[in-house]
Nanobody
Framework: VQLQASGGGQVQAGGSLKLSCVVS????????MAWFRQAPGRDRDFLAG????????VYADPVKGRFTITRDNAKNTLYLQMNNLKPEDTATYYC?????????????????WGQGTQVTVSS
């Protein structure tokens, strides 16, 4: 399974970005998917997860109500819509996949990772 993340960039506080993650090598519908982020000197943090069908989602508190995770299995693509961005959202964002959805969303439970896309939010 190969994941390719894109869509990062520089925005001002209050702005929006939409990240994409294209999956190749496997049918996306077989995997639970998630977005993580990592700022310099910090751990990789879970942001949002989505079930294989897209029917269930879960969010970390810092992004709840601002970020939305979706998927299009027909296009083998995962998305993260980010609204009302804040300077503290500045980080490298990663998409990840594992062959199930339920359970703790620790980074070491995910088998496959994209290369990361940088998001920078200025005040």
């Amino acid at each position: 399974v190969q994941l390719q993340a894109s869509g990062g960039g520089q925005v001002q506080a209050g702005g929006s970005l939409k990240l994409s993650c294209v999956v190749s090598g496997r049918d996306l519908s077989g995997y639970g998917m998630a977005w993580f982020r990592q700022a310099p000197g910090r751990d990789r943090d879970f942001l949002a997860g989505i079930s294989r069908s897209g029917g269930s989602t879960v969010y970390a508190d810092p992004v709840k109500g601002r970020f939305t995770i979706t998927r299009d299995n027909a296009k083998n693509t995962l998305y993260l819509q980010m609204n009302n961005l804040k300077p503290e959202d500045t980080a490298t964002y990663y998409c990840a996949a594992r062959p199930y959805y339920s359970g703790p969303h620790y980074p070491n439970t995910y088998s496959y990772w994209g290369q990361g896309t940088q998001v920078t939010v200025s005040s």
